[in-house]
């Protein structure tokens, strides 16, 4: 199932990045540019540094001048984060183009990849509260209450996993269709943002 290998992929980047645990380590992808795996292992890692970042910045403490330094590198990584996703679907529309569509296929709510996506951060969040269930220094009452939310997001996970490989079998077969738009953001546009349009 897709979902098992990306899940595995995701557990792999966010392992590998916690070696050492820092957003201003070098990255390599251990999967050729061909294969989507590289794909899933860049997205993952984008998601995890950003996750460190959004950390980083919530510093009641932090330097304004780099705070305003790391808020954009977040708007850096959101862009490189939506890129990835399109790439993704881009994999996936082309690996159905000759599906032939049944005359009852309908589409579905959210493309695969920003299925795929959702399930990258839900990677994130469980490592996260498996850290946060299991802290030494944290109270009983702290770990019980992150010991049941790392359950609900370990069932989460099963009925994300279970959904995306569900849509993804709907499309082989023909009972779902891609459609997929591209996300027009505007305010990074220096001819579609005011405030950017106005400096030029």
């Not at 899933?40 to 984008?46: G, T």
Request: overall charge negative; aromatic content about 8%; hydrophobic content about 35%.
């Amino acid at each position: 199932m897709f979902s098992d290998l990306a899940l595995r992929i995701f557990e792999e980047s966010i392992t590998k990045y916690h070696v050492e645990d820092d957003v201003n380590q070098s990255f390599e992808n251990p999967y050729p540019k061909d294969d989507v795996a590289h794909l899933l292992y860049r997205k993952n890692w984008i998601d995890t540094v950003q996750w460190h970042y959004e950390d980083i910045i919530r510093d009641p403490e932090i330097n304004p001048v780099d705070a305003l330094v790391l808020k954009r590198k977040i708007d850096g990584s959101n862009q490189d984060r939506t890129d990835l996703v399109e790439y993704i679907d881009s994999y996936f529309l082309n690996k159905y183009k000759n599906v032939s569509k049944t005359s009852t296929a309908t589409i579905n709510t959210e493309s695969p990849a920003w299925a795929i996506d959702r399930l990258s951060i839900l990677a994130l969040k469980i490592y996260h509260m498996d850290e946060e269930a299991n802290r030494k220094d944290a109270s009983e009452e702290h770990l019980k209450k992150c010991s049941e939310k790392l359950n609900i997001l370990l069932e989460q996970r099963t009925d994300l996993s279970i959904a995306i490989d569900q849509l993804l079998t709907d499309i082989e077969n023909g009972n779902k269709f891609m459609k997929v738009y591209k996300q027009m953001k505007m305010y990074n546009d220096d001819e579609l943002n005011p405030v950017l349009r106005a400096q030029k």
